[in-house]
């Protein structure tokens, strides 16, 4: 017992330790590059801001596929789940406001994973031809849905409904101003700390809150209890759980209903907060993003996260200002060569080498160049994560039985 | 196995047919039951004069997008009642195949229309492909090209001079805003959307020549810009952070997005729309923050169109609806932030139509 606990609070420890480690690392790098560039809007509240908004829709879709590759089905249909969100969002909150609006989003998005769990676990359909379905029957329904019923309300039409009211707004007054004047003065380190308390402080929406909570709930769960354990079990080894009494049929539509779901938070999200009403085509892709984000944060919980983050802020950054995508250079440059440093340090010196050229040739590029070719910015969130996937894609481990079909019995 | 393949080839094609009922191809008026509540109100299902019979093939987006499409069927809903015309009605799908749109547009010459106007630049090579085959019947193509050198006599193109409009829009900005700085806000980087910048810019400085422009786009080259509220708002809300307090949208239906920003901006930020005035369609909360909006007369132009039609001399090559002709223009439904603004916005409305200021069309 006393053994155990000590061995546990050792784990707690050196994984807290060395984020910790890792993030004063990051701020400080970032914060240098901001002083070196002089673009102060890299830490910015306002990109902040902007950062966690972009951020939710796509953490929330990963969220969904994490729960759902976990106990062993591939959920591509993500986008569709997000949709059916959308439009279940804009539904329940105009009659019934923006908190039963999320329940409503879960609720369609539940549908769209009913769907996907009926065609996969029950009927054996291939994970991936089911997943397109989905993404087809969900752009399809909630146009149709849409056109049949959004006409006649107030701010509507065919194709929209605006002026929905978005769940409310949290500002913490004293912490925020302090944090305000912190954030002004431009300090090394500080300030970028200072602005980031200040975006978590001032009007952020509380279901942005709800959402970066459900990342705890998921990983707790999931980690934590038996139910997650039996859960993950499906997603390993389904014929050894089925050994073991577990009913995998019903831990596979629990987790897939709750991936449909989470992914509808996800595009009620986009509906409520980073806009303030439906209209078709909104997800604009963020369900594939949120599963690339997933697979980027090597299906764990706090992977995902920063994968969503990342997408979220380099998305966010070159939607405000382009100039600032060419200080990303250099702050990309200067972590692969700390990165080739570790390696070389770890003894991987073909790794290093290869991490070093990049990161050389991309400070390179900073340095020879005063802007970045718009046409290349548009591509920063997708360039920034297949580099970090091309780095770290040796470490990926996904779940060992995802995406295979199982049958009942066929443990033999 | 077999049990497998079978099952999957039934979801994807359920799938596919789910998926087509959302579209509401309404041509030939089949009654897919699509669009039931909408089907009331749509003059081409109640229409049954002796006049001309129109085709209107819609872009992506359809009737209701509260922008061109809708401006495209206000003109041939005055068309319909002017000259007892009848019509049809066909919409174009989110990245359908050029043969796709050559379909819609022969099976609407085929079902007896005499004039078909195509929505959007992108029927430009469907029309000139479909054009030669049905010499009797006259082709129009909003904002279209002709993509080869030999001009086809039965199509026309109209035009629009956005430049100017949006150099009226920019003077207005200009005007109004108090920080020196205003914002705009472009769907995707085409040479469309650049007119619409080009002039912005420099009405804005023509009024103002020290003001500062944010020019930001939400994509390069992706069609998706046009439809992203959610880029749209981070966008706009960018250029309000750093010190915009007039933003412009030229980015169709990202533009609801633009809207939330400057509410968010709060009160003394404004955003300008684009299109249709949008101050009619926009949200309560919405409507004191439009400044204005840059209004493309797509519905003159298919009015116009009919009209030739009907008189016997169609419309054909290129037609430029600019100032002059009242192709572009602004609005003033927002009284209150825009009347004294209207005098001097109309002394440079004036100079551009008698020659005196040209309008540059390039960034």
């Given at each position: 017992m006393s053994a155990a606990t000590v061995q546990k609070r050792g784990i707690v420890e050196r994984l807290t330790k060395s984020w910790l480690y890792i993030g004063l690392a990051g701020v400080a790098l970032v914060s240098f590059v901001r002083i070196v560039t002089d673009t102060d809007d890299l830490t910015g509240a306002g990109t902040i801001r902007a950062a966690i908004i972009a951020t939710c829709p796509i953490l929330a879709a990963a969220l969904g596929g994490l729960w759902a590759e976990r106990a062993g089905v591939v959920n591509i249909g993500l986008e569709g789940q997000m949709i059916l969100g959308t439009w279940g969002a804009a539904f329940f909150t105009y009659h019934y406001g923006p908190w039963v609006g999320i329940a409503g989003a879960a609720l369609l998005g539940l549908i769209g994973g009913l769907l996907h769990a009926i065609a996969t676990v029950t009927f054996g359909v291939d994970h991936i031809v089911s997943g397109v379905a989905i993404n087809l029957i969900g752009a399809g329904a909630a146009t149709y849905l849409a056109e049949a019923i959004f006409p006649d309300y107030e701010g509507g039409g065919p194709r929209q409904l605006n002026g929905l009211e978005a769940p409310a707004q949290i500002t913490i007054p004293g912490v925020s101003d302090l944090a305000n004047t912190i954030a002004d003065k431009h300090w090394f380190f500080v300030s970028d700390v200072a602005s980031f308390v200040q975006a978590l402080t001032t009007n952020i929406s509380t279901l942005s809150l709800f959402v970066f909570a459900l990342v705890i709930v998921s990983a707790v769960v999931l980690w934590r209890t038996s139910f997650g354990l039996r859960l993950r079990s499906c997603g390993e080894n389904p014929q050894s759980a089925e050994t073991l009494g577990v009913n995998v049929y019903l831990y596979k539509y629990v987790a897939v209903l709750i991936s449909g779901a989470l992914a509808g938070i996800g595009g009620g999200f986009l509906a409520?907060?980073?806009?303030?009403g439906f209209s078709t085509g909104?997800?604009?892709g963020r369900g594939y993003i949120g599963l690339a984000a997933m697979i980027f944060g090597n299906w764990r919980p706090g992977g995902l996260l920063a994968g969503a983050l990342t997408f979220g802020y380099t998305d966010s950054l070159r939607l405000r200002d382009t100039q600032s995508v060419h200080a990303l250079l250099l702050l990309v440059g200067i972590a692969l060569l700390a990165f080739a440093a570790y390696r070389a340090y770890r003894g991987q010196i073909t790794g290093a080498a290869v991490v070093a050229v990049a990161g050389a040739a991309v400070l390179a590029w900073f340095l020879l160049t005063d802007t970045v070719p718009r046409e290349f910015t548009v591509m920063t969130p997708y360039v920034t994560t297949l580099f970090v996937l091309a780095l770290g894609s040796q470490r990926l481990r996904m779940?060992?039985?995802?995406?295979r079909p199982y049958r009942r019995g066929s443990a033999g | 196995m077999r049990r497998l393949t079978k099952l999957s080839a039934v979801a994807a094609v359920a799938a596919l047919a789910l998926a087509g009922c959302?579209?509401?191809?309404s041509e030939g008026g089949s009654?897919?039951?699509?669009d039931k509540t909408a089907a009331s109100d749509d003059v081409c299902k109640s229409a049954d004069g002796d006049g001309p019979k129109i085709g209107l093939a819609y872009d992506?987006?359809?009737?209701?997008?509260?922008?061109f499409n809708d401006s495209a069927y206000a003109g041939l809903e005055k068309a319909v009642e002017d000259f007892d015309a009848t019509c049809v009605e066909g919409e174009a799908t989110d990245g359908e195949a050029e043969s796709a749109r050559e379909d819609r547009l022969r099976n609407m010459a085929e079902n007896g229309a005499v004039a078909i106007v195509g929505v959007g630049f992108a029927y430009s090579e469907s029309v000139n492909a479909v054009a030669p085959d049905f010499p009797e019947v006259n082709f129009a193509v909003i904002d279209g090209f002709d993509p080869d050198e030999d001009a086809n006599d039965n199509v026309a193109y109209l035009g629009f001079a956005e430049e100017q409009g949006s150099f009226l829009v920019g003077v207005a900005a200009a005007q109004k805003s108090k920080t020196g700085t205003i914002g705009f806000v472009g769907g995707v980087n085409t040479e469309l959307i650049q007119k619409f910048e080009a002039g912005y810019t420099a009405g804005a400085k023509a009024a103002k020549p020290d003001i500062k422009v944010e020019v930001q786009y939400i994509q390069e080259s992706d069609l998706s810009g046009f439809g992203d509220p959610a880029g749209g708002k981070a966008a706009a809300t960018g250029e309000f952070d750093k010190g915009a307090d007039v933003v412009y949208h030229a980015a169709g239906g990202s533009g609801s997005g633009v809207f939330d920003a400057a509410v968010e901006a709060g009160e003394g930020n404004f955003a300008i729309g684009v299109d249709s005035d949008q101050y009619l369609t926009a949200t309560d909360a919405q409507k004191p923050f439009i400044l204005t909006s840059m209004l493309k007369r797509v519905d003159t132009a298919t009015y116009d169109f009919a009209k030739s039609i009907d008189a016997g001399k169609p419309l054909v090559s290129y037609t430029v609806y600019d100032l002059k002709a009242d192709g572009v223009g602004y609005s003033t439904s927002n009284k209150s932030v825009i009347s004294d603004l209207t005098a001097d916005i109309d002394s440079y409305k004036e100079k551009i139509i008698s020659g005196e200021i040209t309008v540059p069309t390039k960034p």
């Open positions: 409520l907060v980073s806009s303030s909104q997800t604009g779940p060992a039985a995802d995406g | 959302g579209g509401s191809d009654g897919s039951g699509s992506v987006g359809g009737r209701g997008d509260q922008s």
